[in-house]
């Protein structure tokens, strides 16, 4: 909104600086930390009056999360809340991919809503019918894969960019579309399933997503694209100010979900940010460098998909419980500890995932 300003700059000036994505992505950051730290306890508290008895615990899960019963959900609305109007005010409205990301970030968080708001009102740890929810989100992620399919560049339109060989294209044609439907559901879900414990989601969803942003920007740069021999996408850089504002979002949302968290993020926070990760993966042409740094969600999703696999087979289980963090929680390891450990692991990967940009 407030790039609108650079026409006041006449060849200098203040306002010249509104024309930085960098110094833009700055301050989307601060407005969007802000903005968490000055409405999170009233949201917070405004929560506790409405939900009662708060976010229904599962009593198959660990005892030791019995002791959370009262603690409020939905936190995942200040998440929203910030990074939404940090984008909107420092980010170029005109950018397509702009509105690809935030569309379905909110469309994913609309879904999350209802689901949680269920579970809330009726006490229950069931929500929204999981097939309705998968549905909606293969419809609102086949809408964003066609579009950015249709701003991508003509040579880059339908086809797969792949890491490390850099000059390698696959062309998946029409295919393209359903796979960018799964790149996004898939990540959405993935996050929803690692959002088990206090602060174990959100660190990482903000190691991944500072990570994508940074590769937007470079990807979105015609000088570091070709000295880094990745393909340029024209315009994506523009989607670094709204990772830098899900980093300030997600940092102002910790400071109040760190253990003892006094709020979840609930779906209305895991699907939406799921969801943004892949949508931006998609439209900077980085689906298969999203696997690598979002890979902590990867395994736990698998680690799902694994232990309903072979007990339907066996009737017997791999793991303690799934996801896999529970299983640590069973086998003795305490909530800090996990929770730090996969964080680690997240930087790590992220490290990983950047190192693709030089590497070939």
């Known amino acids: 909104m407030l790039y609108w300003m650079t026409q006041f700059a006449d060849g200098g000036g203040i306002f010249n600086l509104f024309k930085y994505i960098t110094f833009r992505a700055g301050c989307a950051f601060i407005t969007a930390l802000i903005f968490g ?16 008895k708060g976010q229904p615990i599962r009593e198959d899960g660990p005892q030791s999360h019995l002791s959370k019963a009262g603690t409020p959900t939905m936190g995942g609305l200040l998440i929203l809340s910030a990074l939404v109007f940090a984008t ?42 999981s097939r309705i929810r998968m549905l909606l989100g293969l419809l609102i992620a086949c809408l964003a894969a066609y579009a950015a399919s249709s701003f991508h560049p003509a040579d880059l339109t339908g086809q797969l960019a792949l890491p490390v060989f850099k000059d390698a294209l696959v062309n998946l044609g029409w295919f393209y579309v359903p796979f960018g439907m799964f790149v996004i559901v898939g990540s959405a879900n993935a996050v929803n399933l690692t959002d088990g414990l206090d602060g174990l989601a959100i660190m990482p969803v903000m190691i991944a997503g500072a990570t994508l942003g940074v590769i937007a920007y470079v990807v979105g740069n015609f000088n570091f694209a070709e000295y880094l021999g990745v393909h340029f996408v024209p315009g994506t ?18 400071w109040y979900n760190a253990p003892p968290a006094a709020v979840f993020m609930g779906d209305t926070g895991s699907l939406a940010l799921g969801g943004a990760l892949g949508a931006i993966a998609v439209c900077i042409k980085h689906e298969i460098v999203l696997a690598i740094v979002g890979g ?11 232990q309903v696999a072979y007990y339907k087979r066996t009737k017997k289980r791999i793991f ?41």
């Open 37 to 52: 730290f000055i409405f999170g306890q009233p949201l917070i508290n405004f929560l506790r009056r409405k939900q009662g």
């Open 88 to 129: 909107l005010v420092w980010a170029r409205l005109d950018n397509p991919y702009i509105w690809i990301v935030l569309l379905v970030t909110l469309a994913f968080g609309g879904i999350g809503f209802a689901d949680d708001y269920a579970k809330v009102t009726k006490q229950t740890t069931k929500g929204v019918s």
């Open 237 to 254: 850089g523009e989607i670094l100010i709204f990772a830098a504002a899900l980093f300030g979002a997600g940092l102002g949302f910790l």
């Open 296 to 306: 902590l969600f990867v395994v736990e999703a698998l680690s799902v998909i694994i």
């Open 320 to 360: 303690l419980m799934a996801p896999i963090h529970h299983h640590f929680e069973k086998r003795g390891w305490a909530e800090p500890q996990i929770v730090i450990r996969f964080w680690i692991i997240s930087l790590i990967l992220a490290m990983l995932g950047l190192a693709t940009l030089k590497v070939r």
